[in-house]
């Protein structure tokens, strides 16, 4: 179900995606314009009507908003068309959960996901009545329940921050003590199923989980990458972004995020096939401004190029840094292009910050020149192209 004045072809698509990535079906689809949503409803009557026998014919068990919808404006329709209603939110929040998988993910996704019950009890409904047995016909729980409801998520809350608050100081202190090692640090950006984790995979050899499903990744890995000449990177695969991601999801995932804040370089990665690449871009750097890294220096790696042949290339920006380049993660094309860029990135950050370049430790040394002569026995050399710097 989409609605609003939403007219981009590969909005459908996107909802059919995240749907799928909660382990639902989609058992049909369905647009509604409105210049102003109903505040008790949204959808006009005749509308909810319509789309709750639209919904029964198909064999629907769920109705899915790809909008934010209120407390009551989820109630309302819920009780006129007699089928549980999910906003995009809350679908997203359910995903998440499906995802989470380390310790730290658990306990960002629980947050997130009390932090929206907590703005949907104000009203006086609750999920958690959802969770204790279906719908409820008698009109929601008493002011007592709310009451303790409100209580419980509280408590529930200030012990999640706690755990999470100390899980961040950890995270600081194996950053700090990554960032110790003067080797520039970069994090993969970008909208999900943008093909992060292919890219990753393909940069440093590594096997992260990739799929063709919204949100695939939900923690973070740092792998060494070398990208030639001895030099080498941090890179860092994170949490894709999406177009209005729950704000309760950035607050939660902030420690995640500030791997992103804290990068010396961001790779921004785009499916270059998308009909919508500009919008995916605009949403990604909207989220980089709302986490504090819209001023990190990023390079934009427009991806998929085996279905975009036209994004091959780097393209040089100010001061003669790349601003592009355009690779297949899933064919190798124009990987040692962006390599080359990384190479050249490194070479300036450390030349701009007057560092030089660290003694290995040994163990490194060797786990490096194994990688090496795998990367060599594969057919890929990682060497800059000769004609680089
Ligand atoms: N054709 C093509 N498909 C690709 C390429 N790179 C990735 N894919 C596919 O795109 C889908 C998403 O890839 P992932 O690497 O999981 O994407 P991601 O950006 O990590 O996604 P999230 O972790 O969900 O944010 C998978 O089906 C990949 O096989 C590419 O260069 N070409
Ligand atoms: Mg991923």
Redesign the pocket.
């Known amino acids: 179900m989409r609605t609003g004045r939403d007219s981009r072809p590969d909005a459908a698509g996107e909802l059919s995606l995240l749907v799928s990535s909660d382990g639902m079906e989609a058992a049909g689809l369905t647009e509604a314009h409105r210049d102003r949503p109903d505040p008790a409803t949204y959808l006009g009557s005749g509308k909810i009507s319509e789309i709750a026998s639209l919904a029964r014919g198909a064999g629907a068990e769920v109705l899915v908003f790809d909008t934010a919808l209120s407390a009551a404006q989820e109630r309302n329709i819920e009780r006129a068309s007699g089928l549980p209603v999910l906003d995009r939110t809350e679908l997203i929040l359910e995903i998440f959960q499906r995802r989470a998988k380390s310790r730290e993910g658990r306990l960002q996704v629980e947050l997130a996901k009390l932090e929206h019950l907590s703005t949907r009890l104000v009203r006086g409904w609750t999920h958690l009545e959802r969770q204790r047995g279906g719908l409820s016909k008698t009109g929601g729980p008493g002011e007592k329940q709310i009451e303790l409801d409100r209580r419980m998520i509280a408590e529930r809350v200030k012990i999640l921050r706690g755990q999470l608050r100390r899980l961040s100081r950890q995270r600081d202190t194996q950053r700090r003590s990554r960032q110790r090692g003067e080797q520039l640090t970069v994090s993969l950006v970008?909208y999900?199923?943008?093909?992060?984790?292919?890219?990753f995979n393909r940069l440093t050899r590594s096997g992260a989980?990739?799929?063709?499903?919204?949100?695939?990744?939900l923690d973070t890995t740092a792998r060494r990458c070398w990208v030639g000449g001895g030099e080498m990177v941090v890179l860092s695969?994170t949490?894709?972004f999406i177009r209005d991601l729950p704000t309760q999801l950035i607050e939660a995932f902030k420690s995640t995020l500030d791997e992103t804040v804290h990068a010396n370089l961001l790779l921004h990665?785009v499916d270059a096939?998308s009909v919508v690449r500009e919008e995916q871009i605009d949403s990604v750097n909207q989220v980089l401004k709302e986490v504090g890294a819209a001023d990190v220096p990023s390079i934009i790696v427009y991806?998929?190029?085996?279905?975009a042949p036209a994004v091959l290339g780097p393209v040089r920006g100010e001061g003669g840094r790349i601003a592009s380049v355009g690779?297949?993660?899933?064919?190798g094309e124009g990987i040692d292009e962006l390599r080359a860029a990384l190479f050249e990135a490194a070479q300036s950050w450390r030349r701009d910050n007057a560092l030089q370049p660290r003694e290995l430790e040994p163990w490194e040394r060797a786990k490096l020149e194994a990688e090496e002569r795998r990367a060599l026995a594969s057919g890929e050399t990682g060497e800059p192209p000769a004609d680089s710097p």
Request: no cysteine.
């Open positions: 970008g999900t199923n943008a093909g992060k984790s292919t890219l989980y990739v799929a063709n499903q919204l949100f695939a990744t695969d949490v894709g990665v096939s991806n998929k190029a085996d279905l690779v297949s993660a899933l064919t």
